[in-house]
């Protein structure tokens, strides 16, 4: 069953899911479609079209905007920022040329962080506090910064992966392996 705040709006022709908790002040608009086991923090809003995935984590004062779409167990930090117009003026309609921009499965960005639309942050990829995303992000890829850069890699429990000569790493906290090979990560157990 899911809760759903008195002072939250949740529009008819969005759709819910199971155990979801939306909090005060939020909105959901119609056409947004939110999986189970969702919660969607304080003063946040969901606009048309918006897809969010299972088991998803939305932190205060976040606006998840027309053509984001979140897969299962994204976290979104308190604050953090989407877009979906490039070249945005108040004179002018660009509403046809949203953007998607796609957060992948297990991704984080964090508080205050920056996503300009248009891009693919990758699974299980860290995007740190403050940082401003500008282009596509890889699987696994630990981001900072104003532009973002990588700085590394981390597990899929968000721990820093330190790879061997071989190119292999293992998680602190679950044992599991990591292969960096051609640029890119991918766990191998």
Request: proline fraction near 3%; glycine fraction near 10%; charged fraction near 20%.
């Amino acid at each position: 069953m899911s809760f759903i705040h008195e002072t939250a709006v949740v529009d008819e022709g969005s759709v819910i899911g199971e155990n979801v908790k939306i909090w005060h002040f939020s909105h959901v608009m119609s056409g947004a479609r939110i999986g189970d086991n969702c919660n969607i923090g304080q003063n946040v809003v969901v606009s048309p079209d918006v897809r969010i995935g299972n088991n998803v984590k939305i932190q205060n004062n976040v606006s998840v905007y027309t053509g984001v779409i979140c897969e299962d167990d994204v976290f979104l930090g308190p604050s953090m920022v989407f877009t979906n117009v490039i070249n945005p003026r108040s004179f002018v309609n660009r509403k046809s040329e949203f953007k998607q921009t796609l957060v992948r499965k297990g991704a984080s960005i964090g508080a205050n962080a920056t996503v300009v639309c248009g891009v693919e942050i990758g699974a299980y990829a860290m995007v740190g506090a403050g940082t401003v995303v500008t282009k596509d992000v890889k699987p696994f890829a630990l981001m900072v910064g104003n532009p973002a850069r990588q700085i590394g890699w981390v597990s899929e429990y968000g721990h820093r992966l330190a790879f061997d000569e071989t190119g292999r790493a293992v998680c602190p906290e679950t044992n599991s392996s990591y292969e960096l090979r051609n640029g890119l990560v991918r766990k191998i157990d």
